[in-house]
């Protein structure tokens, strides 16, 4: 064979290798029969709809229906628990998938009601006609699937029948002060379910999901509850009509081995136009029992669990050269436990005010962002959220305008700032005592600018606040009330370690609608208010809120980083957005797991503590409620502590699987109350 026919022969094998290689199917095939297990505690809740009434030949009105959840603090008065069976079998038609499943799952949703029975001389009891509780502890469905397949994942929407059975309990006051009657009933449901969910596979024979559904189980038949005692009393019949929002994470078996899609090596950074991520977490997180002698309106609530999922999706467009477009739509659903209340520096760094028992979908950021290069050297963009793949000057001015988080520019840290992978406490992922403007979910809109060079950045904000504290509506008034933030950041290399590091300083002030603590706490022991709380509301206009916050990461080796927190503000006026602290210091260690062999690996051990004004304990001390804390009374202060620990056990390089434990002390800074003991897991994944 001649030179040329050989240099020929190889260069058409070695393209013929190329194009087989690029042929492959970059995604898994999911065939054939799966089996599993699923289940949550606290990511199920139900709607009850009692009602209408007759009671004799008289209709009578239902006063209350609502969620029925787990958490005592939502109305109900055991945690609520789903967890279940299912199997099922797909076909795939290249990235295709669809096929059937079936499944059992056991919840204990409950949900008290009470009907208008007033035409019936019962005026004077409260409530009239009690409807105790509708029970309902079983569920079970037959669902299409229909999916898409890329690389080791999965994304599936389902719909199908449902069907749960009910118990509907009746308590009847007796005028004449004898024991009230009750009445029991079992009841039964069919409806239809829809539904959306996403599977990773993890190993050949096992994925893990995350499975939402909705559930319409339509009404009940009518059916008796007893006799309403009285000379206008006579047999009382009712129906009852019920929906659900479930949302569980899913352990599957797969007899036949899956082909798993090699991971690709990451490539170095090219010249891009579009960036397209994605994520979803998954957080079931449970306290348990703690001393309490007494609650308020927002205390933590003993022996509950609560779960919260968001999913989001990270798109970018390069425009021009230097100017880029992000949106992120993001559906959340789900409460931090009771609601998100309780602890200042709360312990599901997921878990937001504007929780829903559904899945809500919020346009979390859109902005621009405009870099203006200023010569000399230059380093690579890489690839991913919120990041297109490119090259950028190192000297540089970025100018961003529209809708962030705060969080996405400043106060950043290596080892203790994503919830989604790190520590969850929010006294740990931030500096806590930064009141920074925010929506319920946490993003606000305005304009962040930074001067960047190798060895130091600047960054400013100014940006919106809301309206009133706890406000999901920004104030329009930008001129009047806004909130500014100035960030210096200085990198180094720590001389005797050899290792990298950062500093930061960051300077704040907001001017927002907020009360005075001392003014209102006068205005209430002067009985000018009857309730502290109502004087906070009347008394609100625009005040500032000023402080700062330090913060340090330094790596101590290649698997070993430390990081450090402390921040305040000047504690005379009520926050506008975070939490209730006014001065915080927090620090830890977080190392990766190279030592025992699983390099992608991290563990994380973290303490904080946080406190509050003399004021602002006074306002609590008179009744006041805070944005997240509030127990009605708060007759010993005491610094609220907090530990936490959490081992992220990275399962393929998409997912991750956390496990996490918080230690807090004087919940809500009340020495009466706790120590609380917090265990939580956390499914992760990128793609």
């Known amino acids: 064979m001649g030179l040329a026919a050989l240099l020929g022969f190889h260069a058409g094998a070695a393209a013929a290798a190329d194009l087989a290689e690029r042929a492959r199917p970059r995604f898994l095939d999911w065939s054939g029969l799966y089996a599993g297990v699923q289940g949550s505690a606290g990511a199920s809740f139900g709607n009850y709809d ?17 969620d029925a959840t787990g958490s005592r603090d939502l109305g109900g008065d055991a945690t609520t628990v789903a967890a279940g069976a299912f199997a099922g079998w797909n076909w795939q038609d290249g990235a295709i998938v669809y096929g059937l499943e079936a499944d059992l799952a056991g919840t204990n949703l409950k949900r008290g009601a009470r009907s208008d029975a007033s035409g019936f001389g019962y005026e004077a009891v409260d409530p009239p006609f009690a409807l105790v509780r509708e029970k309902t502890d079983l569920f079970g469905a037959a669902r299409a699937r229909l999916g898409y397949a890329f690389g080791n994942n999965l994304i599936y929407a389902t719909f199908g029948l449902t069907g749960a059975n009910g118990r509907v309990l009746a308590t009847y006051p007796d005028l004449s002060g004898g024991p009230a009657a009750t009445a029991a009933r079992n009841v039964s449901y069919l409806g239809y379910t829809l539904g959306a969910g996403v599977q990773f596979a993890v190993d050949p024979h096992l994925s893990l999901g995350i499975d939402y559904r909705y559930s319409d189980l339509g ?20 129906r009852t009509g019920f929906v659900s929002n479930k949302m569980m994470a899913r352990l599957i078996w797969h007899p036949e081995a899956l082909a798993l899609v090699p991971d690709e090596e990451d490539e170095p950074p090219k010249d891009a136009r579009f960036s397209l991520h994605g994520q979803t977490t998954f957080v079931n997180q449970g306290v348990t029992g703690f001393r309490a002698p007494y609650r308020g309106p927002q205390s933590l609530v003993p022996d509950q669990a609560q779960a919260t999922t968001t999913a989001t999706l990270f798109l970018g467009l390069k425009l021009f050269e230097g100017t880029e477009l992000y949106y992120n739509p993001e559906f959340s659903q789900g409460f931090g436990l009771s609601r998100t209340l309780g ?153 005797l370690l050899d290792q990298p590091g950062r500093l930061r300083l960051g300077l704040f002030s907001n001017v927002g609608n907020t009360a005075n603590f001392r003014q209102v706490v006068a205005l209430t022991q002067s009985g000018a208010f009857a309730d502290i709380n109502t004087a906070a509301a009347a008394t609100r206009e625009p005040r500032r809120k000023s402080g700062a916050y330090l913060n340090l990461e330094q790596a101590l080796t290649a698997d070993l980083g430390l990081f450090a927190r402390a921040s305040v503000n000047d504690g005379r006026n009520e926050s506008l957005s975070f939490t209730d602290i006014d001065g915080s210091v927090s620090g ?86 706790g120590p609380a003991d917090f265990f939580g897991t956390r499914l992760h994944t990128d793609f």
């Open 50 to 66: 009692i009602g209408p009434t007759t009671i004799g030949t008289r209709r009578v009105r239902t006063i209350a229906t609502g």
């Open 219 to 238: 009404e009940s038949a009518r059916f008796g509850l007893g006799t309403l005692p009285g000379a206008d009393g006579g047999p009382v019949t009712t």
């Open 343 to 495: 602890v200042a520096g709360f312990v599901n760094g997921e878990a937001q005010k504007a929780g829903a028992p559904f899945p809500k979908l919020r346009s979390n950021r859109y902005f621009v962002r405009q870099t203006f290069g200023l010569g000399g050297e230059t380093e690579a963009v890489p690839d991913g959220p919120n990041s297109i793949a490119g090259t950028r000057d190192v000297e540089r001015i970025t100018v961003i305008a529209g809708k962030f988080a705060l969080g996405d520019f400043f106060d950043g840290n290596a080892y203790a700032h994503d919830p989604r992978v790190d520590f969850m406490n929010w006294g740990l992922w931030a500096s806590a005592a930064w009141d920074f403007p925010a929506n319920l979910p946490g993003f606000t809109q305005g304009v962040m600018v930074e001067y960047n060079r190798a060895d130091f950045a600047v960054r400013a904000a100014y940006t919106q606040v809301p309206k009133e504290p706890s406000s999901d509506v920004l104030d329009p008034r930008v001129f009047e009330r806004a909130g500014a933030v100035i960030e210096f950041e200085e990198r180094h290399i720590l001389p």
């Open 588 to 673: 830890g260690l977080s190392l990766k797991g190279t030592a025992w062999g699983r390099p992608q690996d991290t563990i994380g051990l973290g303490a904080a503590a946080n406190r509050i004004s003399p004021s602002h304990r006074a306002y609590f001390a008179n009744g006041g409620l805070g944005l997240l804390i509030g127990d009605g009374r708060l007759d010993r202060y005491a610094p609220e502590r907090a530990v936490e620990v959490y081992y992220a056990l990275n399962l393929t390089k998409a997912v991750t699987m956390s496990f996490d434990y918080q230690h807090v002390e004087n919940p809500a800074y009340n020495r009466d109350r």
